[in-house]
């Protein structure tokens, strides 16, 4: 399964919600919400012992976030080789926590949004 299949589910779930009339103009809000929950459960994920110790040093894995760009939500890193690790590079597999975390959470964070939706 490619990196791609694994957040079609966000484009789909958003498709999902343009057919709610009540909901227009919240579906970047509740897409958020998921992307925001994401972040979160990646954040609290077990980090390992860095060799790295001088200050001002940030793990790769607290760099994660989310933000709207036009009409989507993207999660990506903040740092310039968080793509690479995720992905993989030609000498390199890829060590994906972004597909990895959703595929593994995917309905907790469905059921989040779809809450937002009847909330109000």
Known sequence: MSYDEFFSGFDEFSDLLKNF???DGRVDEILQ?????????????????????????????????SRKEGKEVVVGWG????????????KMEGQGHLARTFKRNANKYYEKMAKEIYRR
């Not at 998921?34 to 760099?63: F, M, Q």
């Not at 740092?79 to 030609?90: C, I, R």
């Open 21 to 23: 009339d009540d909901i």
């Open 33 to 65: 919400i998921g992307a925001d929950e994401l972040c979160k459960d990646i954040k609290n994920s077990p980090k390992p012992r860095s060799k790295v110790t001088k200050s001002g040093y940030t793990h790769l894995l607290d760099t994660i976030t």
């Open 79 to 90: 740092k310039y080789y968080g793509p690479m690790l995720e992905k993989g590079t030609k």
